[in-house]
């Protein structure tokens, strides 16, 4: 049974044991709910979650399982010689899917019977041929050892997935009929319910934090790999960024020091911007605007938001650059040698973040109490001193939260940084000059044509993990912040 | 009912007019909060306003100092004349006259900011000292004068918001009085107070009448008994009666006003 039917067949189950508990309830009750511990749908649901909870779950177990058993069980069938003819026993166990999938389909199309498939005595040139015919792909000839392969791979995946249908029906029905047998006037349905709710939601806290502990692992993984390769201290304390074009070791140059100074400028360079830009356009509007061109300023504002950051790149490159480069280049005042530079990509970074720090700040601000403003205006303070005086004093903690995750969103951009601020890795003072980040790094590495497992291309993790430090130390302490602010006039 | 003490009647009626409130109307977009309020508050003279609970006391206690100009809904009209000279006047500038017309809220709003910059904001503001030890002075008397000194004395410097409900409420009370307002507008001012602390604030309002006039909001009869010379008795929106204060509560002309003080409405 194809799965799509299988997961509709076991839907539908529960959708009867739904309507089948909450009947059952009532009757029990002689139809009057009051009667009943709980309310009626509570038992329908109470009857459908005991019918999808074991029988889905048995499906994912199994969906998981039966490939990894069925692969362990070909390999062993797979004799040395071939998989020292395909390469790697991987390419091989490939090949055979792929012709378990060829059989399938022509069997499908009818251009070989079943049995045919099935004939373990089938020479495989004819097999091949026919396949070719049906318009399967198959590369090169299929050997003998690989059709048997495919062929027990199809035998066992069929009756695998016989198996597993009857499985899960099974225990669907299973759970239809513990569920009925619960189900009386005392049950506390509710309870149960409540309880699967709350499964629910931790299951969904724990995909987000398992999938954020794998790729942490990953990182690091990989990040030791790196430092297998290459030594630790080069990495931290070495000031120059020079990575061999050969990809095969050689003498790299793999000094993060530059990479962090290009990160570290450029993102202040983007929030002088974007923190005294976007703060004034957050007091101004949460202060001064009539709700009316709030109404309208604000969404406006926030579309800046919107743009993707690769048109920012482009603006960077095609506007900025070229601006820039009539008032500071060779025809002005001499200090800029290209239209690629620190200042490019910090002036349109920040006019990318003016948005995240006006309205993040601009909640702040709105979230101290009128009475705050009352307050200081009972007392004769003018508009300005109030806001100057006590509600950026109140705003402040959060203010600064806000400022913390727009530098982290910084630390970590990429598109403007490799179209505005080129690629050389410099550690230099003038602004003008073309530098690079920490991401603008990460992707060049692995867009070359480097081995995985060269020092030059891991490297990459190693730069990853600086990051992921940087913009998480930068984070907690903005997260910190923030809290410390919540107890502030309570 | 409740016995007016004599002092308070001696005293009234050969003082100036302080406040002058003409036809005053107040609307909370389609709400109206005040209807045809006429009323004459006296300088060196304590006025209570009275009343059950949303009747409009709070609106228009904030009339007289214009905080309704904070409320977008808030719609005012009629004439609000101080010493002649009408506060809703376009050459009017509301920040001057919030600071001759000083306020404490109902609720307590100390600011995040610590005891000593709480009572200080307003003098310093307006410049009332020349020098540190001058606002130190100033912070010191506005502080005993809100009976809050000796609680406070040894912590100047830690947040106004870390005080307790009533110690908040005599903070501002005390911040109000630090700017020397002519008129000081009080909204509930003793409603977390313990008994000695409400007596040490009617002792306050009672020095401030010497030199200031004062509008108390309250939901103490007694209170206003004790430290009012005038009542105004308000009722859905309307001034009900306004008179002296042993008058209104010994000798009401209105029904609902007698109910109101014998707590039979309310
Ligand atoms: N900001 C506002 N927006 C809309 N309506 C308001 C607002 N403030 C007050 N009101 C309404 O105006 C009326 C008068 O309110 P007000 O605060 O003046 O009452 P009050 O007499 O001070 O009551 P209390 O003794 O409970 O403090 C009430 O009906 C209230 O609902
Ligand atoms: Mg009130």
Redesign the interface.
Same mark, same amino acid.
């Given at each position: 049974m194809p799965l799509f039917w299988l997961i509709l067949a076991v839907l539908g189950v529960a959708l009867a044991g739904f309507i089948l508990g909450r009947s059952r309830a009532l009757g029990h009750a002689g139809g009057d709910s009051r009667g009943l511990h709980s309310l009626p749908n509570y038992y329908g649901w109470n009857v459908a979650l005991k019918i999808m909870v074991p029988a889905f779950g048995l499906l994912v177990v199994w969906l998981l399982l039966q490939p990894l058993y069925i692969t362990s069980q070909i390999s062993e069938m797979i004799p040395e010689a071939s998989v020292a003819d395909g390469g790697s026993l991987g390419l091989v166990l490939a090949e055979v899917r792929r012709a378990a999938e060829g059989l399938d389909a022509a069997v499908a199309s009818g251009a070989m019977t079943e049995e045919f498939a099935r004939d373990v005595r089938a020479d495989f040139a004819d097999v091949t041929q026919r396949l070719k015919d049906a318009g399967q792909i198959v590369t090169g000839t299929i050997t003998q050892p690989i059709l048997n392969a495919a062929q027990s791979y199809r035998i066992m995946t069929a009756t695998g997935n016989m198996a597993m249908s009857v499985a899960v029906l099974v225990l669907a029905l299973a759970g239809l009929a513990w569920g009925l047998r619960q189900t009386g006037v005392s049950f506390r349905a509710r309870n149960v319910v409540e309880t699967s709710v709350r499964a629910l939601l931790i299951a969904a806290a724990s995909v987000a934090i398992l999938t954020t502990v794998g790729i942490v692992l990953s990182l690091v993984f990989n990040t030791v790999e790196f430092f297998r390769l290459y030594p630790a201290s080069e990495f931290f304390f070495g000031t120059n960024w020079a990575p061999s074009f050969s990809g095969r070791g050689g003498a790299s140059d793999l000094g993060v020091i530059p990479l962090l100074w290009g990160t570290f400028y450029i993102s202040i360079v983007a929030l002088l911007v974007a923190v005294p830009i976007g703060l004034f356009a957050a007091i101004y509007l949460s202060e001064y605007a009539s709700?009316r061109v709030r109404s309208i300023a604000k969404p406006a504002i926030e579309v800046l938001a919107g743009i993707p950051t690769i048109v920012y790149g482009l603006f960077a490159l095609l506007t900025v650059g070229p601006l820039l480069m009539e008032v500071f280049g060779k025809e002005g005042l001499g200090w800029m040698q290209s239209g690629t530079s620190v200042m490019t990509a910090g002036l349109v970074m920040g006019i990318m973040l003016i948005p995240f720090v006006s309205s993040l700040s601009d909640d702040i601000i709105n979230a101290v109490? @009128?009475?705050?403003?009352?307050?200081?205006?009972?007392?004769?303070?003018?508009q300005s001193?109030t806001i100057r005086?006590?509600v950026l004093?109140?705003a402040l903690p959060g203010i600064v939260g806000a400022i913390l995750l727009a530098a982290s969103r910084a630390i970590g951009e990429t598109m403007i940084v490799v179209l505005g601020a080129g690629a050389a890795a410099r550690l230099e003072l003038n602004p003008f000059e073309a530098m690079t980040t920490v991401t603008a790094k990460i992707v060049s590495q692995l867009t070359g044509d480097a081995d995985f497992a060269s020092p030059e291309a891991l490297v990459a993790f190693a730069l990853g993990m600086t990051l992921f430090v940087l913009t998480l130390g930068l984070n907690v302490f903005a997260l910190f912040i923030v809290r410390k602010y919540r107890e @502030?006039?309570? | 009912m409740y016995d007016a003490p004599k002092t308070a009647e001696s005293t009234v009626s050969q003082n100036e007019i302080k406040f002058d409130c003409r036809d005053c109307q107040v609307w909370y977009g389609d709400t109206h909060a005040i209807k045809d309020v006429n009323i004459q508050i006296e300088d060196n003279t304590v006025t209570s306003f009275i009343g059950p609970s949303g009747c409009g006391k709070s609106t228009f206690l904030r009339c007289l100092n214009r905080m309704n100009d904070t409320i977008d809904v808030a719609r005012v009209e009629g004439q609000f004349l101080l010493d002649g000279e009408d506060i809703y006047d376009r050459k009017v500038d509301p920040v001057q006259l919030r600071a001759k017309v000083g306020m404490v809220f109902q609720k307590p709003n100390p600011f995040p900011k610590s005891i000593y910059d709480n009572v200080a904001y307003g003098p310093k503001i307006h410049g009332m000292a020349k020098n540190k030890a001058e606002l130190d002075e100033i912070v010191e008397r506005a502080l005993r004068r809100g009976a809050i000194w000796d609680e406070v004395k040894d912590r100047l410097d830690q947040p106004g918001t870390g005080l307790s409900g009533g110690q908040q409420q005599r903070l501002c009370i005390a911040r109000a009085v630090a700017t020397e307002p002519e008129v000081l507008l009080m909204d509930e001012p003793c409603s977390a107070l313990d008994p000695i602390a409400t007596a040490l604030v009617e002792e306050l309002i009672d020095e401030l009448r010497t030199r200031y006039s004062v509008v108390i909001v309250t939901h103490s009869m007694q209170q206003a008994a004790r430290v009012s010379q005038k009542t105004a008795f308000f009722h859905l929106g309307n001034l009900v009666e306004f008179g002296d204060t042993g008058e209104i509560f010994t000798n009401p002309n209105d029904p609902r006003t007698e109910s109101y003080i014998t707590g039979r409405i309310g």
């Amino acid at each position: 049974m194809p799965l799509f039917w299988l997961i509709l067949a076991v839907l539908g189950v529960a959708l009867a044991g739904f309507i089948l508990g909450r009947s059952r309830a009532l009757g029990h009750a002689g139809g009057d709910s009051r009667g009943l511990h709980s309310l009626p749908n509570y038992y329908g649901w109470n009857v459908a979650l005991k019918i999808m909870v074991p029988a889905f779950g048995l499906l994912v177990v199994w969906l998981l399982l039966q490939p990894l058993y069925i692969t362990s069980q070909i390999s062993e069938m797979i004799p040395e010689a071939s998989v020292a003819d395909g390469g790697s026993l991987g390419l091989v166990l490939a090949e055979v899917r792929r012709a378990a999938e060829g059989l399938d389909a022509a069997v499908a199309s009818g251009a070989m019977t079943e049995e045919f498939a099935r004939d373990v005595r089938a020479d495989f040139a004819d097999v091949t041929q026919r396949l070719k015919d049906a318009g399967q792909i198959v590369t090169g000839t299929i050997t003998q050892p690989i059709l048997n392969a495919a062929q027990s791979y199809r035998i066992m995946t069929a009756t695998g997935n016989m198996a597993m249908s009857v499985a899960v029906l099974v225990l669907a029905l299973a759970g239809l009929a513990w569920g009925l047998r619960q189900t009386g006037v005392s049950f506390r349905a509710r309870n149960v319910v409540e309880t699967s709710v709350r499964a629910l939601l931790i299951a969904a806290a724990s995909v987000a934090i398992l999938t954020t502990v794998g790729i942490v692992l990953s990182l690091v993984f990989n990040t030791v790999e790196f430092f297998r390769l290459y030594p630790a201290s080069e990495f931290f304390f070495g000031t120059n960024w020079a990575p061999s074009f050969s990809g095969r070791g050689g003498a790299s140059d793999l000094g993060v020091i530059p990479l962090l100074w290009g990160t570290f400028y450029i993102s202040i360079v983007a929030l002088l911007v974007a923190v005294p830009i976007g703060l004034f356009a957050a007091i101004y509007l949460s202060e001064y605007a009539s709700s009316r061109v709030r109404s309208i300023a604000k969404p406006a504002i926030e579309v800046l938001a919107g743009i993707p950051t690769i048109v920012y790149g482009l603006f960077a490159l095609l506007t900025v650059g070229p601006l820039l480069m009539e008032v500071f280049g060779k025809e002005g005042l001499g200090w800029m040698q290209s239209g690629t530079s620190v200042m490019t990509a910090g002036l349109v970074m920040g006019i990318m973040l003016i948005p995240f720090v006006s309205s993040l700040s601009d909640d702040i601000i709105n979230a101290v109490p @009128q009475a705050m403003r009352d307050g200081s205006y009972g007392l004769g303070a003018t508009q300005s001193e109030t806001i100057r005086q006590v509600v950026l004093p109140a705003a402040l903690p959060g203010i600064v939260g806000a400022i913390l995750l727009a530098a982290s969103r910084a630390i970590g951009e990429t598109m403007i940084v490799v179209l505005g601020a080129g690629a050389a890795a410099r550690l230099e003072l003038n602004p003008f000059e073309a530098m690079t980040t920490v991401t603008a790094k990460i992707v060049s590495q692995l867009t070359g044509d480097a081995d995985f497992a060269s020092p030059e291309a891991l490297v990459a993790f190693a730069l990853g993990m600086t990051l992921f430090v940087l913009t998480l130390g930068l984070n907690v302490f903005a997260l910190f912040i923030v809290r410390k602010y919540r107890e @502030q006039y309570e | 009912m409740y016995d007016a003490p004599k002092t308070a009647e001696s005293t009234v009626s050969q003082n100036e007019i302080k406040f002058d409130c003409r036809d005053c109307q107040v609307w909370y977009g389609d709400t109206h909060a005040i209807k045809d309020v006429n009323i004459q508050i006296e300088d060196n003279t304590v006025t209570s306003f009275i009343g059950p609970s949303g009747c409009g006391k709070s609106t228009f206690l904030r009339c007289l100092n214009r905080m309704n100009d904070t409320i977008d809904v808030a719609r005012v009209e009629g004439q609000f004349l101080l010493d002649g000279e009408d506060i809703y006047d376009r050459k009017v500038d509301p920040v001057q006259l919030r600071a001759k017309v000083g306020m404490v809220f109902q609720k307590p709003n100390p600011f995040p900011k610590s005891i000593y910059d709480n009572v200080a904001y307003g003098p310093k503001i307006h410049g009332m000292a020349k020098n540190k030890a001058e606002l130190d002075e100033i912070v010191e008397r506005a502080l005993r004068r809100g009976a809050i000194w000796d609680e406070v004395k040894d912590r100047l410097d830690q947040p106004g918001t870390g005080l307790s409900g009533g110690q908040q409420q005599r903070l501002c009370i005390a911040r109000a009085v630090a700017t020397e307002p002519e008129v000081l507008l009080m909204d509930e001012p003793c409603s977390a107070l313990d008994p000695i602390a409400t007596a040490l604030v009617e002792e306050l309002i009672d020095e401030l009448r010497t030199r200031y006039s004062v509008v108390i909001v309250t939901h103490s009869m007694q209170q206003a008994a004790r430290v009012s010379q005038k009542t105004a008795f308000f009722h859905l929106g309307n001034l009900v009666e306004f008179g002296d204060t042993g008058e209104i509560f010994t000798n009401p002309n209105d029904p609902r006003t007698e109910s109101y003080i014998t707590g039979r409405i309310g």
